[in-house]
């Protein structure tokens, strides 16, 4: 009953929420479409030519050939992995998946196209996606629908090496240039930057979870985000790499917006640059339209077909998703949904925790402490569970000494930043700054007793008011430096309460 009636809040503020976010027509105020390009960094060559996708380290422009350089005379050929992870993603997603798909030049001059074109896919003027539909949820029952995934080439990267004469100094390194991508574009479904951070990151858990990309290569996954305002044109902001800088770019231009707006200021269609050090978005050009790039069909390329044969084999082998993977946590060992979401929201944190079950971690308290201190610790150090030094025999073997009594839940707190800082094994660090729980009631009787003499007033208090006792308490815990288990120290305090109250009737 209780459940029920909380549930039933968090829907009503849910929906106060949503109202909020909206006009008064009804309409929202906010509307955020995101595109989001995904590099499929498991496969081993590019998409249209033989060279290596392994760039990491690479020397610039050594990962290059006549073909992804666009050199007179050369003709692509489709890397058929890339074929398949599309269909995998397609399938995640439930998409529906196109049997007929081409390929379009996208033509437009960046320095870092070698071409002065782009291999992509285009929806319109005869051009077939590969998939449309679709969506992923958000949470409190949302889902952000798909409008489109298509395969493209990536860019090269510009590298800022400074300025010279007060102009901008900048480098081009081709390496990345060819590497097979996925599009993902969504509908403008979301009506606010947080709604847009929790689809990137449940959307890269789905990823992950399929393993067609390397969350740890940098710029494997960047999004272009799209956003305006009731009384606005559309504003769109280029290349943003991390979920942080997503939700703030998008809180900026909608402070930008809204003050240009109540000023009486038009809101112009335009592409903008985030700024990751000044925290701001920045002019680039005045937004192209479709019809500006001049699609038209990549003629060196045949149209694909996509058979059911194929669809049928890449779904006999998918990898299990974080919707399946939540429901097993649930059903198998017993987390709250809550938990296990943020479990399976890091496919390195979900598997970090069966790593540690392995290791015989008792299930729940391993997943609060991962989803609660650990995380928090790792948030603060803005580095995932992968990058840092603790390893699941770390998290098991602090699970065991908490459950043995031999460390209290605040000692272990203060045990696990030390883990995370040094990598040093938790067994190892309490017997060296001599750490144990106090965990029989025996033992706390004397620190309970020496706290009552040495707060008489506060015992007399404690006799009448409930906010006196928990003074007490607090004392207990603080002689104790945080050794004792609460509730026991809780029952002790109680207890010689009451054996004070009933000398004094006696």
């Not at 400074?162 to 479904?189: F, H, K, M, Q, W």
């Not at 789905?206 to 985000?225: N, P, T, Y």
């Not at 231009?253 to 985030?274: A, D, F, N």
Request: aromatic share 6%; proline share 5%; net charge neutral.
């Amino acid at each position: 009953m209780a459940m029920a009636k909380a549930k039933k809040k968090e829907r009503m503020t849910r929906v106060m929420r949503r109202d909020e976010e909206k006009g008064k027509d009804g309409e929202p105020e906010v509307i955020i479409g995101l595109e989001v390009h995904v590099q499929l960094t498991n496969l081993k060559t590019k998409l249209f030519c033989s060279c290596s996708t392994d760039y990491r380290g690479a020397e610039p422009n050594t990962h290059v050939c006549p073909i992804c350089m666009g050199e007179p005379g050369t003709l692509p050929v489709v890397n058929e992995g890339a074929i398949e992870d599309a269909i995998m993603v397609a399938l995640a997603l439930g998409s529906s998946i196109s049997r007929r798909t081409l390929f379009s030049r996208k033509n437009y001059f960046y320095p870092d196209m070698p071409k002065n074109f782009q291999i992509s896919q285009y929806d319109k003027a005869g051009g077939v996606p590969f998939a449309t539909g679709g969506s992923v949820s958000i949470g409190g029952g949302k889902k952000v629908r798909i409008r489109r995934i298509q395969i493209e080439e990536d860019p090269g990267r510009l590298v800022y090496e400074g300025t010279i004469d007060s102009s901008p100094y900048i480098l081009v390194d081709y390496n990345r240039a060819g590497l097979p991508l996925i599009e993902i574009v969504t509908e403008p479904d979301m009506e606010s930057p947080k709604e847009a951070r929790m689809f990137l990151q449940n959307l890269r858990s789905i990823l992950e979870h399929l393993g067609v990309f390397d969350e740890s290569l940098q710029g494997a996954m960047r999004c272009d985000a799209n956003i305006s305002i009731k009384g606005g044109k559309r504003v769109e902001i280029k290349n943003i790499s991390s979920f942080k800088d997503v939700e703030r770019a998008l809180s900026f231009e909608i402070t930008r917006q809204k003050g240009l707006l109540s000023r009486g200021l038009r809101v112009g269609m335009e592409t903008r640059h985030w700024d990751d050090l000044r925290r701001i978005t920045v002019s680039l050009r005045v937004k192209e339209e479709e019809q500006d790039y001049r699609y038209f069909p990549e003629p060196d390329l045949v149209p694909i077909t996509i058979s059911e044969g194929l669809i049928a084999k890449v779904k006999a082998c998918m990898p299990i998703l974080p919707s399946e993977r939540k429901r097993l946590f649930i059903d198998k060992y017993g987390i709250p949904p809550q938990t296990a979401e943020v479990l399976v929201g890091s496919k390195a944190l979900a598997d970090f925790f069966e790593e540690c079950i392995k290791l015989k971690a008792d299930p729940l308290p391993l997943a609060n402490w991962l989803t609660g201190d650990l995380k928090a610790l790792l948030n603060e150090m803005e580095i995932e569970i992968w990058e840092s030094k603790v390893t699941p025999a770390h998290m098991a073997e602090l699970v065991s000494l908490v459950k043995d009594g031999i460390l209290s839940g605040k000692m272990a707190k203060e045990v696990l930043k030390e883990v995370v800082a040094t990598g040093r094994m938790p067994r190892k660090i309490v017997e060296e700054k001599g750490l144990r729980a106090i965990a029989s009631m025996e033992s706390l009787k004397e620190i309970v007793e020496r706290v009552f003499s040495e707060n008489p007033e506060a015992v007399k208090d404690a006799l009448r008011q409930e906010k006196a006792v928990h003074f007490l308490i607090g004392q207990v815990m603080k002689a104790t430096k945080g050794s004792a288990d609460p509730l026991m120290a809780n029952e002790a305090v109680r207890r010689r309460l009451q054996e004070i109250a009933s000398s004094v009737s006696a």
